[in-house]
C-alpha cells in the first residue's frame, strides 16, 4: 500500500531537454547533497542546533488553573539526517538548473528541559521532554542554479505532525488538567522554531554545498 505522504505543493515534473539533461541525475545529487550535510551537519552548527529560550503559558480545562513553562534548554537534533524521500525532478538547460525534491524530516527530535510553575506558584516542578516530527511528513526543497549563482528554498509542511513524550519529571502536568493544552503549546512553538530553521540556517546551509557539489 503506497505510504500516505504529507506533501507541501505539487511537484511539477520538468522537461529535461537535450545530451546534458539525459545524462544529468538529481537523485544522485540530491543524495549526494543530503549525504554532504549529514558529514557537514556538526560543523555547521546544524545538528545538535540549539533553540531560542521561550516560555510558554497553558489553562487547564475550563477555567481552572494555569501553568507557566520556561525552556532554558532545548535543541533540535536530526537535522542532518534529512533524506530524499521520492524521486526528484529536474530542468538543465545550457548552465542553468532547477531541482525540486520532496525530503523526510522524520528524524528531526526536539529534547528540552523546563521548570513549571503551576496555578502562580514559583517554578520548582522539573521536566523534561522529546518530541518527534511524524514519520511521514516532508518538506520540498527547490533548488535553482543558474551562471553559478545558487538560489534554495525550503517549502515546509502545514503541520509537522509532532508527538511528544516526557523523559522524566512531570508528573503533577502530565496527571493533571494541563497536559493536553501544555502540549498544544509546546508543538506550536516547536512547529515556529523549526520552520524558522530549515528555512533560515539550513537554506544557507544547503546553498553553501550546492555551490560545491553541483558541476554542470
Known sequence: MARSLMKVAALFAFAAPGSAASAFDANVMVDRILTEMGHEASRLGLDPITAPKFKLHAKGSGTEGEISTSFPEAIFTGLGSISRAERCSHLVRGSKLKMKCYVSLSEIKFAMN???????????????????????????????????????????????????????????????????????????????????????????????????????
Open 114 to 216: 523546563a521548570l513549571l510553575a503551576v496555578d502562580g506558584y514559583p517554578a520548582k516542578a522539573f521536566i523534561s521532554t522529546e518530541s518527534s516530527v511524524g514519520s511521514n511528513v516532508l518538506a520540498l526543497i527547490a533548488i535553482e542554479r543558474t551562471n553559478g549563482r545558487v538560489r534554495v528554498n525550503v517549502i515546509t509542511p502545514p503541520t509537522f505532525a509532532l508527538t511528544t513524550r516526557v523523559v522524566k519529571g512531570g508528573s503533577s502536568l502530565v496527571n493533571q488538567r494541563y497536559y493536553s493544552n501544555f502540549e498544544r503549546a509546546l508543538h506550536d512553538e516547536i512547529s515556529k522554531q523549526l520552520a524558522t530553521t530549515l528555512n533560515g540556517h539550513y537554506r544557507r546551509a544547503v546553498e553553501g554545498i550546492v555551490n560545491r557539489v553541483v558541476d554542470l
